[in-house]
T-cell receptor, first 121, second 112 residues
Framework: GAVVSQHPSWVICKSGTSVKIECRSL??????MFWYRQFPKQSLMLMAT?????????EQGVEKDKFLINHASLTLSTLTVTSAHPEDSSFYIC?????????????????FGIGTWVSVT | QQPVQSPQAVILREGEDAVINCSSS?????VHWYRQKHGEAPVFLMI?????EQKGHDKISASFNEKKQQSSLYLTASQLSYSGTYFC?????????????FGGGTRLMVKP
């Protein structure tokens, strides 16, 4: 089955520093990847849609200068939390849809990475 | 617009059944169901695309009522491994770029 690899699985950083999270599709190409954020016991909130070779599309209220997204290849998207602050501490999850063999794109499931726990001290 | 899930939480004894509902105020094109264990990423369960479609595997099945803009997930003869938080994700249009919007989640605990 389709695998999405996310690294690191957890990171502790100091306030003011940057954190970079990588998301790779291991056995399929992903022209689009999605970055979600999840607070404890809450739902998955879409932050942005990462598009290969073009600018990411950010959801309302998400600062694009703070959450930098780069999708340089068909298998890699990165999210960088710049000048991190304690309120940025959260669980960040990337995902991608593998529609290889699917009837339509809409029948393709989202495959999630393992997630990254970010703790800003 | 985030779909609404109900109930928010449910506790079952092993072998009991449960139904989780997902409703949207907007027309839906498809509904996805995922289960997330504590501290882990969500795992895909199933997708429903057509109105009235029902899908299932093992003792977990789901239905999608397009007219009512809602989907239900049925867990039959629950097992301890069913414990976790269930999310429905909705897609509003047929578009390769369309993302999923997730409901608030339903926390399910199955006790021996």
């Amino acid at each position: 089955g389709a695998v999405v690899s996310q690294h690191p699985s957890w990171v502790i950083c100091k306030s003011g520093t940057s954190v970079k999270i990588e998301c790779r599709s291991l056995d399929f190409q992903a022209t689009t990847m999605f970055w979600y954020r999840q607070f404890p016991k809450q739902s998955l909130m879409l932050m942005a849609t990462s598009n290969e070779g073009s600018k990411a599309t950010y959801e309302q209220g998400v600062e694009k200068d703070k959450f930098l997204i780069n999708h340089a290849s068909l298998t890699l998207s990165t999210l960088t939390v710049t000048s991190a602050h304690p309120e940025d501490s959260s669980f960040y999850i990337c995902s991608a849809r593998d529609w290889t063999g699917a009837i339509t794109y809409s029948y393709s499931p989202l495959h999630f990475g393992i997630g990254t726990w970010v703790s800003v001290t | 617009q985030q779909p609404v899930q109900s109930p928010q939480a449910v506790i079952l004894r092993e072998g009991e059944d449960a139904v989780i509902n997902c409703s949207s105020s907007k027309a839906l094109y498809s509904v996805h169901w995922y289960r997330q264990k504590h501290g882990e990423a969500p795992v895909f369960l199933m997708i429903l695309l057509k109105g009235g479609e029902q899908k299932g595997h093992d003792k977990i099945s789901a239905s999608f009522n397009e007219k009512k803009q809602q989907s239900s997930l049925y867990l039959t003869a629950s097992q301890l491994s069913y414990s976790g938080t269930y999310f429905c994700g909705t897609q509003r249009g047929f578009n390769a770029g369309n993302m999923l919007t997730f409901g608030g989640g339903t926390r399910l605990m199955v006790k021996p």
